[in-house]
């Protein structure tokens, strides 16, 4: 009797601990459920919002390297609409809140609202920082509120040079209401939130109101001198919103209004400001009892069915030892396939380490191999004494090593970045020199390319590296357009007029797809659904243009894809 009640209460304990064990470890596992819920989120927030500001700052830095605005802001004329619309164009293409240009002494002398009742026109912001660090040579991305507007937004601005000096400044403003309006890009759902908070510890975005333009940290005397003089924020003063934090196993709790959160931060790239996700877990206590109850009734089973079972079947330490034998066979072939999964990987990484090494082997190996039968060769002519075919063969060397300098080189020459310098250049030279660049890609797209033969006296004015610069987007291009394609060839053909020259690249592609022609030269577009921003043609046509040439395209009638430039062969009168 007493070894039965023994029993009874060894095995209520046994309950007891099955379930305190069950209890934290769902607990546990709910908080990591809802841990990762928040790294997943702010890993898509800040995919989101950093793409998002990737765009956007990349249309003042656009905008700067235009002429007609260098022009426009060098001379500074009291009305010039034609710069406004084009403002305006670019505001509403991006989806931008506005965009305006400001002289050298912080007024707007171009905004995109120019049409508007609150336009920016003759507004002074050169107190605001991202004017005065844009004039000092930065690339500013800014928040603040809104003289006028009174709304939230990223300033993002640029400096406009003309001969290396600052003349004045681009400035394109987003609202971050965008990006809290976008639940569904956002991803968020109900159980969380979010908060962008800067660097001053302000919340600049969030879901949630209450929170936006305050703070979950209290800031003293010092910081909220600094917050005024800045006038970020105008007049009004973050508030402290009431909140714990702490940690628990590495994991950050963050406690608001009687609510359990975890949290999860990652800095943007493109701003500096940190986002944070917020989800909540008030409920997680709870939410273990249904888990308990089940818990409780299997093991009750789990017990009454053992103990039957160690009572009537003499075999069950056989029965476990089976089972043991089993789980060790189990254990040996998941480690052995877990060796053989390894060395799969460990062959992967060499093949693709081998890959990568092959092209610059295949490119600067055939002069090196040639060089050395060459030495070889002199090695004996030297013995014999014949001075005259071993003049030759050192010749022959010198030019190998030249070529092999020649591959490293253009490469080197073409990465530098120069002035615009039109002068004129052979034609022929500035192609096979874009070929020389581009023959990586040729040779990784099975591209046959049919070498021009084009004369000598052929010349064009323009800037030798920029327009070395076009050949290789376009060569590329039509490289990368081929893919796919069964006949993969690249050739060029060229006409020339009194005073004009046609130069023509073909390729034997797909083509261009009919409803694209109409953006195909436009910022922004691209046919490319997961590489690049779309600005190569449109920088590509700007380039061309500056060269007062012309870049088109259109599809062959035998298929694939004809670009086109036309550039002038002698150098015209700016008074023309």
């Not at 909220?224 to 007049?235: E, G, H, Q």
């Not at 071993?390 to 073409?414: P, T």
Request: hydrophobic content about 40%; some cysteine.
């Amino acid at each position: 009797m007493f070894s039965f009640s023994k029993k009874i209460i060894t095995v209520c304990v046994l309950l007891v601990l099955i379930l305190v064990v069950t209890f934290w470890l769902g607990r546990s596992h709910d908080v990591e459920q809802a841990t990762y819920q928040a790294e997943r989120q702010v890993t898509q927030l800040n995919n989101y919002i950093d793409t998002e500001l990737a765009r956007f700052s990349a249309i003042p830095q656009l905008l700067t390297y235009n002429s007609l605005m260098i022009d426009f802001v060098d001379a500074q004329p009291q009305h010039y609409n034609a710069i406004n619309n084009y403002l305006a164009d670019i505001q509403q293409a991006s989806g931008a809140s506005d965009i305006f240009v400001l002289n050298t002494q912080g007024e707007v002398i171009a905004s995109s609202n120019w049409q508007a009742d609150y336009t920016f026109l003759g507004s002074n912001f050169a107190f605001r920082p991202y004017f005065k660090r844009a004039f000092a040579g930065e690339k500013v991305a800014y928040f603040a509120l809104g003289m006028r507007s009174k709304e939230r937004g990223i300033y993002f601005s640029q400096a406009v040079y003309r001969d290396n000096k600052a003349i004045g400044v681009v400035v394109l403003k987003v609202n971050v209401s965008k990006f809290e309006d976008d639940r569904e890009l956002l991803n968020t759902s109900k159980g969380s939130h979010f908060f962008l908070q800067l660097a001053d510890e302000v919340i600049a975005m969030s879901d949630m109101q209450t929170w936006r333009l305050n703070s979950f940290t209290e800031l003293d005397i010092t910081m909220r001198r600094d917050i005024k003089s800045r006038r970020a924020y105008l007049d009004h003063q973050p508030l402290y919103i009431k909140q714990f934090q702490f940690s628990n196993e590495g994991i950050k709790h963050l406690k608001i209004d009687k609510k359990l959160y975890v949290m999860s931060q990652r800095p943007l790239r493109y701003f500096n400001a940190t986002m944070n996700v917020l989800v909540d877990i008030t409920k997680v206590n709870s939410a273990q009892l249904p888990r308990l109850f089940w818990v409780f009734i299997i093991c009750s089973l789990v017990i009454i069915i053992s103990y039957i079972l160690l009572t009537r079947f003499a075999g069950y330490k056989k029965l476990v030892y089976s089972r043991h034998s089993l789980e060790l066979e189990v254990l040996e072939r998941t480690q052995a396939l877990e060796k053989v999964q390894t060395a799969l990987v460990q062959s992967a990484k060499l093949a693709t380490i081998g890959q990568l090494s092959a092209g610059i082997n295949h490119e600067i190996n055939q002069p090196l191999s040639a060089i050395n039968t060459y030495l070889a060769s002199a090695k004996r002519l030297l013995a014999k004494g014949n001075t005259s075919a071993l003049g030759e063969s050192l010749v022959v060397i010198e030019g190998l090593v030249d070529r092999v300098h020649q591959i490293v080189g253009q490469l080197k020459h073409f990465s530098k970045p120069s002035k615009m310098q039109l002068r004129p250049y052979p034609l022929a030279g500035l192609v096979n020199n874009a070929l020389m660049i581009s023959s990586a890609q040729l040779k990784q797209d099975n591209v046959q390319v049919e070498p021009p033969q084009f004369d000598e006296t052929v010349v064009v004015w323009v800037d030798s590296l920029k327009f070395e610069q076009v050949l290789v987007n376009l060569i590329t291009n039509a490289s990368q357009a081929m893919n796919g394609a069964i006949i993969r060839n690249l050739s060029f053909q060229l006409e020339c007029f009194e005073e004009r020259v046609k130069l023509s690249i073909l390729d034997t592609g797909s083509g261009i797809e009919q409803h694209a022609f109409g953006n195909l030269f436009e910022p922004f577009y691209s046919t490319k659904s997961s590489k690049g921003l779309g600005l190569g043609l449109s920088i590509s046509k700007q380039i061309i243009d500056s060269f007062n040439g012309c870049l088109s395209a259109h599809n062959r009638v035998e298929g694939g894809a004809e670009f086109i430039i036309s550039l002038s062969n002698r150098q015209e009168n700016k008074d023309d």
